[in-house]
């Protein structure tokens, strides 16, 4: 059986749930969340699962996305210091939003999951990953290049006890970064 070795620290981390926010300002409530900071957006719509960058106030896909609010799933805008999470509701889209290093205290541990595809090519702007079971996709770059072949994707748990039975349960999770 393999053995699974989490570092456990921890943080204060704060977050806000569950508000309503329109299709047509997403991009504006992005804007408001990171303003000047750089983030990796991970979008998910109906036909599509795209890999983008806010940099500059901008957004950088390697194609065209939301076009269409029928086809929106989920959406999660993240770098170190926090994430902004939009997903489609039955008839609104809601957004959650959790920040680090303000906040209650929790106990946390980062992971890092394999992405999918071997690395390609590099235009400069965007990795480009291909696997013979998936299709090409690509993944922007933002100085986090390295030799090894393994692209990977980070994320942060947050742990609490449960009140029935003392057990830790994650609570939380949050994206973290891309490594490429």
């Excluded at 929106?72 to 008839?91: G, Q, V």
């Excluded at 090409?136 to 290049?145: D, F, G, M, R």
């Amino acid at each position: 059986m393999a053995e699974l070795n989490y570092n456990i620290s921890t943080i204060k981390s704060s977050y806000v749930s569950d508000f309503n926010i329109d299709f047509f300002n997403i991009k504006t409530r992005i804007k408001e969340i990171f303003n000047e900071d750089t983030a990796y957006i991970l979008l998910k719509e109906s036909n599509e699962v795209s890999v983008g960058l806010y940099k500059n106030k901008d957004f950088i896909f390697k194609n065209e996305v939301l076009q269409n609010k029928d086809l929106f799933i989920d959406m999660r805008i993240f770098n170190n210091e926090k994430e902004l999470y939009i997903w489609k509701s039955k008839y609104d889209f809601k957004n959650r939003i959790r920040i680090d290093n303000e906040g209650k205290e929790y106990d946390f541990y980062d992971e890092e999951l394999l992405l999918w595809g071997n690395k390609i090519k590099n235009d400069g702007i965007f990795m480009e990953l291909e696997e013979e079971k998936i299709k090409k996709y690509y993944i922007p770059i933002n100085e986090n290049v390295t030799n090894n072949n393994e692209g990977k994707l980070v994320v942060r748990n947050y742990i609490r006890c449960s009140r029935e039975d003392g057990m830790a349960i994650i609570e939380d999770f949050r994206l973290l970064d891309i490594k490429l």
